[in-house]
């Protein structure tokens, strides 16, 4: 079984300021990780995935993540935020065995401020 | 990438009613769906999984004689909750793996409230 901990549930910034947010996992077989984005009211869509190579991910939209197996971590950042980042992040595990359900982190709100 | 919808985006019923709701594979083909539930200020929490043409996998906890889920086509699997109750009020989600991009996309979500 897979567990995830995001130990930050909000995280308030100042606009342009870099942003940080944490993701933890703990798995007996190796994983897929993944960065979600949800805005009030909406689905969940994918920010970025590390599912093998370099261990350095990033999305369209300036985040990035890294994985790092030894810390079992994989966190989220972006060098500089903007209001329009506002919204939940959710960190999520599956094995990597193919395809597999997702296990979730409970999230965290980035909250981005003028 | 791939999208799914979801219908209705919001549904208000009385204690009692059943509620259907439809997730649809819009441009692909999903031989597996998911649904999951959301409670406010939390984490998704998988309900079961939905293979085309096959009974549904329910996660322990979930009753599957309360949550109904029907896979009848490869683009459209439903979700019925049968005599709702307040506390089944809450947000669900469903999603639908894409083979093509190897990738599980999301509904926008359905948010019931039962009265």
């Known amino acids: 079984a897979q567990s995830v901990t995001q130990l930050d549930s909000q995280v308030p910034v100042f606009e342009e300021a870099p942003v940080e947010l944490r993701c933890n996992y703990s798995s007996s077989v190796s994983v897929y990780l993944f960065w979600y984005v949800q805005y009030p009211n909406q689905g969940l869509q994918l920010l970025l995935k590390?599912?093998?190579?370099?261990?350095l991910v990033e999305s369209i939209n300036g985040f990035e993540a890294e994985f790092n197996k030894s810390q079992t971590s994989f966190h989220l950042r972006k060098p500089s935020v903007h209001i329009s980042d506002t919204a939940e992040y959710f960190c999520a595990v599956s094995p990597a065995l193919g395809y597999s359900t997702l296990t979730f982190g409970k999230g965290t709100m980035l909250l981005v401020s003028p | 990438g791939a999208v799914v919808s979801q219908h209705p985006s919001r549904v208000i019923c009385k204690s009692g009613t059943s509620v259907k709701i439809e997730c649809r594979s819009l441009?692909?083909?999903?031989?597996?769906m998911f649904w999951y539930r959301q409670f406010p200020k939390q984490s998704l929490m998988l309900m079961a999984t939905s293979n085309e043409g096959s009974k549904a996998t329910y996660e322990q906890g979930v009753e599957k004689d309360k949550f109904l889920i029907n896979h009848a086509s490869l683009t459209l699997s439903t979700l019925t909750v049968t005599s709702a109750h307040p506390e089944d009020s809450s947000f669900y989600i469903c999603?639908?793996?894409?083979?093509?991009?190897?990738?599980?996309?999301f509904g926008p979500g359905t948010r019931l409230t039962v009265l």
């Open positions: 441009d692909f083909q999903a031989t597996t």
């Open positions: 590390y599912l093998s190579g370099s261990t």
């Open positions: 999603s639908g793996i894409a083979a093509a991009y190897n990738e599980q996309f």
